[in-house]
């Protein structure tokens, strides 16, 4: 896997107008920390230790606040520059340095990206670069069903999709890189370069600080939650013995192993993401989901639980719906309504394909259930996941992680 990451940070940040007359970009604080901090925090939690930061405009404020970089387990190198120097040319400067593959990024956008599905695409298609590419309407982005990228250097009707930084490049990349300064997104469109382009696309939300507005709905999402996302099935009550579903509140047992676990908890606030294809099958009726899902809830907050939501997929078992785990539409729709950064947060389940969405939203994973169902597939989701049995000591607190 990639272990050196650089970061672009050297230009002026004109649009965050009066801010950056006294900072540069990347020292913008974002829930008391300066929003390069968060990066390199992530950078550090995909296992990456050396980081190159190309500073420019007011690197003092950069060098000076994060020096080595060993209060964050980070060995950070620095390169200088002119904050009139383009992106192409700061990182030509380093090139002597560079001989592995890297991660490079920009120093304003933040997105919980999954490194090891990125780095599939990166080596299946022998790239010189593979970007990470968000949908947007109008972008600057064509992506063929191979993965190969067509770059516009405007905003196209036909283009949905714009690239967000988190670029995994190869060292060859410099053989192409002159000293020309100019930005590094013009050799995109370079013959020699272009046919080794591919990309991987990312469903989670990217945030940016690039001007005033964006920076400040980032802040709304680091904003500290308490919040832990949970299965209902198997996980906040028990599985019907009597058919696939349960199908009405008199059926219903509440998990209370798993209860005596959550009471010790008042200052977490929990989001429920469940399948319930018994709609799609007729094996329930949607006043019957009403009425359990309220009886839980009720009984919840008897025990001083706080069950704030449901998200509900009731597609059938063999539909393909991005909302029907293991997809992580779910996941996505209680991200954008809380602002929850799934990276930081962790989802409670039981089931083989609660990891795998998991897996798939960038979430870390408790799992509860039983590990004999844990095959060889499904272990190789299992990275970012966290084996539980409830009659052990589960810290809750730890699990949310900001």
């Not at 990182?91 to 593959?101: R, S, T, V």
């Not at 099935?233 to 509140?249: E, T």
């Not at 897996?359 to 272990?379: H, P």
Request: glycine share 4%; proline share 2%.
């Amino acid at each position: 896997m990639i272990k050196t990451c650089v970061i672009l940070c050297g230009g002026y940040g004109s649009r965050l107008e009066t801010i950056t007359k006294r900072k540069p970009k990347p020292m913008v604080m974002v829930n008391k920390r300066p929003f390069l901090e968060h990066l390199l925090i992530q950078v550090k939690s995909l296992g990456i230790k050396k980081v190159y930061l190309l500073v420019g405009y007011k690197k003092e404020k950069i060098i000076n606040y994060f020096k080595s970089g060993k209060k964050l387990g980070l060995k950070i190198h620095y390169s200088y520059s002119s904050p009139d120097t383009k992106t192409g040319l700061r990182l030509n400067l380093i090139k002597d340095e560079i001989k592995e593959e890297f991660l490079l990024m920009y120093c304003d956008n933040y997105c919980p990206i999954n490194l090891r599905k990125n780095f599939l695409i990166f080596k299946k298609k022998k790239s010189l670069i593979t970007l990470s590419i968000c949908k947007k309407k109008n972008g600057n982005i064509a992506i063929s069903s191979d993965h190969k990228v067509k770059y516009y250097r405007s905003r196209r009707k036909n283009s949905n999709y714009v690239e967000i930084g988190y670029m995994l490049c190869n060292p060859k990349i410099f053989k192409f890189i002159n000293k020309d300064n100019v930005s590094l997104n013009i050799y995109f469109n370079d013959k020699k370069i272009s046919e080794k382009i591919s990309a991987a696309k990312i469903d989670n939300k990217y945030l940016s600080v690039s001007d005033k507005v964006r920076l400040t709905e980032t802040r709304k999402f680091f904003k500290k939650k308490n919040i832990i996302l949970i299965d209902r099935d198997g996980v906040l009550n028990l599985k019907s013995k009597k058919s696939r579903y349960i199908q009405n509140v008199n059926e219903l047992r509440m998990n209370d192993k798993l209860i005596s676990i959550l009471k010790k908890y008042p200052e977490m606030k929990y989001i429920c993401i469940t399948n319930q294809a018994g709609i799609a099958t007729k094996d329930i009726k949607s006043e019957d989901l009403k009425k359990i899902n309220i009886n839980i809830k009720n009984y919840l907050r008897f025990e001083k639980i706080n069950l704030v939501d449901f998200f509900i997929s009731v597609d059938h078992f063999n539909s393909k719906s991005f909302l029907r785990k293991p997809n992580p539409g779910l996941f996505f729709k209680a991200a954008e309504k809380y602002k929850l950064l799934l990276d930081k947060t962790f989802y409670i389940g039981d089931d083989p394909r609660d990891i795998i969405a998991s897996y798939n939203a960038n979430t870390k994973c408790l799992y509860v259930g039983e590990k004999k169902v844990l095959n060889s597939r499904i272990k190789s989701y299992m990275s970012d996941v966290i084996l539980k049995d409830l009659s052990t000591e589960i810290n809750l607190k730890r699990k949310s992680i900001y």
